[in-house]
């Protein structure tokens, strides 16, 4: 028997799931957990404006601190962010970046 979560996915499909790029009011919302040598997960985000239909966002990895790098590309502002907090749990990792965005998100809008 397979081991799989609540929702009747194997655990590594679950990741996948959570790894994949969203869109949220108007962004591209690309979370990712990044295994680190002591056990930890770096949870850490990229998140991008809508450009084009159908452009997808494009990963860059970076060791930065949690500071925001911008990218340009035409019509297309990316904003990444790297080590946002640590977790034992690549899940968790994951699911903090997706809530970090839409945090993020929201108060740009609040912003504007």
Request: include cysteine.
């Amino acid at each position: 028997m397979r081991n799989t979560t609540h929702t009747g996915r194997t655990h590594q499909q679950e990741l996948e799931a959570m790894k994949a790029t969203i869109r949220y009011k108007g962004y591209e919302v690309a979370p990712s957990a990044q295994a680190l040598p002591n056990g930890l997960y770096a949870a850490n985000l990229t998140i991008g404006t809508l450009g084009t239909p159908g452009t997808q966002l494009g990963i860059q990895s970076s060791t930065q601190t949690p500071n925001a790098s911008n990218a340009s590309r035409p019509s297309q502002k990316i904003v990444s962010f790297d080590a946002l907090d640590y977790f034992f749990d690549e899940r968790h990792a994951l699911a903090y970046a997706c809530r970090w965005a839409r945090m993020w998100i929201d108060e740009q809008r609040r912003c504007a």
